[in-house]
């Protein structure tokens, strides 16, 4: 996943602020890596030259240029929801979401401005004691 963020052509990474993040590194890198991946795979480079990663508070958002999704993110959560002729937002959607339910984490969508924001958030409430560091996944 490292190798994913650090293509500076494709990536614009903002850390507004630093925070650690408690679960199992491999599936929290899994649903992260996915998010990344339909980032990547959706972007309309030729609107938008870099997809925008920003990391706050409790909180991941990637936000790509393009197409609003047609459905509700829950559609796409949904198991082996696929629209038809769909490029894609199946299974990955899904498997991303059931990863976050197991650490209560929640994700979330929005189109503003001609942008898809996908948002993580970490929900660290019940870590109030707990030192910001980089660790997120």
Request: proline share 1%; hydrophobic share 40%.
């Amino acid at each position: 996943m490292e190798k994913l963020i650090n293509d500076e052509n494709k990536f614009n990474l903002e850390i507004k602020q630093n925070f650690k993040v408690l679960g199992d590194a491999n599936y929290l890198s899994i649903a992260i890596k996915n998010i990344l991946e339909n980032a990547l795979k959706y972007n309309d480079f030729s609107k938008q030259s870099k997809i925008l990663i920003k990391i706050y508070y409790n909180t991941l958002e990637v936000i790509t240029s393009g197409e609003k999704l047609s459905k509700t993110l829950n559609f796409y959560t949904q198991n082996f929801s696929q629209e038809a002729n769909s490029k894609g937002y199946g299974r990955g959607l899904n498997l991303v979401k059931r990863i976050l339910d197991m650490y209560k984490f929640e994700l979330f969508y929005s189109y503003l401005d001609e942008k898809n924001h996908f948002i993580i958030n970490f929900n660290l409430s019940f870590f109030k004691n707990i030192p910001a560091t980089r660790n997120i996944a």
